[in-house]
């Protein structure tokens, strides 16, 4: 798992994240993604919703991460369920949420979702010739 040194100095070689960085956003061993583009701001109880990040990852072939919605959300009752971002990504994430809390009401930028880096062995093939449904992903995309 890679520390916050760790992540500001791939930072500082265009890695991890290549837009829209915030140092304000850097946790002791990972980084908060923030919201982008939002399917409706105004979250009922019961609904499905989407988020983009605002940052565009920019992962190297030697990192994966994990993703994590922030607690301050969670208590409030809304979940997810994550994979892992493979190597080689590049792009805005699209998440999907469902809220089984009250009504909220979200914003662009505010802190929403915790991305934790991993440096594994360079695999065969990085997420572009694997499969790259996603690859250079913006906004909202739900193909």
């Given at each position: 798992m890679l520390n916050d040194i760790e992540i500001k100095n791939y930072i500082k070689n265009?890695?991890?994240?290549s837009e829209n960085y915030d140092e304000g956003c850097l946790t002791p061993n990972g980084y908060d993604l923030r919201v982008g583009?939002?399917?409706?701001?105004?979250i009922n109880?019961?609904?499905?919703f989407f988020i983009s990040s605002l940052e565009k990852l920019n992962l190297p072939d030697n990192v994966v991460a994990s993703l994590y919605i922030k607690s301050k959300y969670s208590?409030?009752?809304i979940f997810s369920s994550f994979g892992f971002v493979d190597a080689g990504f590049k792009g805005n994430l699209t998440m999907a949420f469902y809220n089984?809390?009250?009504?909220?009401?979200?914003?662009?930028g505010c802190k929403f979702v915790q991305i934790v880096f991993y440096e594994i062995n360079m695999p065969e093939k990085n997420y572009?010739?694997?499969s790259g449904h996603y690859h250079n992903s913006n906004g909202i995309n739900l193909e």
């Amino acid at each position: 798992m890679l520390n916050d040194i760790e992540i500001k100095n791939y930072i500082k070689n265009h890695s991890l994240i290549s837009e829209n960085y915030d140092e304000g956003c850097l946790t002791p061993n990972g980084y908060d993604l923030r919201v982008g583009e939002i399917s409706d701001e105004n979250i009922n109880r019961n609904q499905l919703f989407f988020i983009s990040s605002l940052e565009k990852l920019n992962l190297p072939d030697n990192v994966v991460a994990s993703l994590y919605i922030k607690s301050k959300y969670s208590r409030r009752g809304i979940f997810s369920s994550f994979g892992f971002v493979d190597a080689g990504f590049k792009g805005n994430l699209t998440m999907a949420f469902y809220n089984f809390g009250d009504n909220i009401a979200l914003e662009n930028g505010c802190k929403f979702v915790q991305i934790v880096f991993y440096e594994i062995n360079m695999p065969e093939k990085n997420y572009e010739k694997r499969s790259g449904h996603y690859h250079n992903s913006n906004g909202i995309n739900l193909e």
